[in-house]
T-cell receptor, first 113, second 109 residues
């Protein structure tokens, strides 16, 4: 158990819909990262938050947004969903900067039908 | 753009064999991490190397960071079915991690 909690574990929805994925980092970790993993594209970095502030942005679509709350949990919002958004979405946390050890949650499997 | 290339992309071998997977770049990294991911789970960190030429051992797994800190290798001795998984390398640079696409390893009993 990494100590990072992601909910829900599975999510099935339709095109055009909006969903929210939730992540609780390990106790004491200030940084939260969101990654997308699909079969043909490996692990793609989306966005990082550090202590409530956006720290780094990767290949995150404009239809996607995220935030980190004062209690350090984070949410990833995906809107106007398309078939191609179907993927595993991982949250990871670390004490501070990403050069440190990352602890990953078990992921949310999103299926857009 | 910094890239990390992993090879091979896929490897299927028999239990007991040895293997090496590679992680290469034209860029210099301050550190190099190796993760293993099992189906349905998130990646789990195996090791971090930070010094050029550094070698770290984790039981039957040997990790090496290139002298110029541009490449790394993972060698598994006497592979076992429990070693099956996706092996990912990630290079630390400018306060971000650059990820390789992974090597999918299958060890057949």
């Amino acid at each position: 158990d990494s100590g990072v909690t992601q909910t829900p574990k599975h999510l099935i929805t339709a095109t055009g819909q909006r969903v929210t994925l939730r992540c609780s980092p390990r106790s004491g970790d200030l940084s939260v990262y969101w990654y997308q993993q699909s079969l043909d594209q490996g692990l793609q970095f989306l966005i990082q938050y550090y202590n409530g502030e956006e720290r780094a942005k990767g290949n995150i679509l404009e239809r996607f947004s995220a935030q980190q709350f004062p209690d350090l949990h984070s949410e990833l919002n995906l809107s106007s969903l398309e078939l191609g958004d179907s993927a595993l979405y991982f949250c990871a946390s670390s004490v501070g900067e990403p050069n440190e050890k990352l602890f990953f949650g078990s992921g949310t499997q999103l299926s857009v039908l | 753009t910094q890239l990390l290339e992993q090879s091979p992309q896929f490897l299927s071998i028999q239990e007991g064999e040895n293997l090496t997977v590679y992680c290469n770049s034209s860029s210099v990294f301050s550190s190099l991490q190796w993760y293993r991911q099992e189906p349905g789970e998130g990646p789990v960190l195996l090791v971090t190397v930070v010094t050029g030429g550094e070698v770290k051992k984790l039981k039957r797994l040997t990790f090496q960071f290139g002298d110029a800190r541009k490449d790394s290798s993972l060698h598994i001795t006497a592979a076992q079915p429990g070693d099956t998984g996706l092996y990912l390398c990630a290079g630390g640079s400018n306060y971000q991690l650059i990820w390789g696409a992974g090597t999918k390893l299958i060890i057949k009993p």
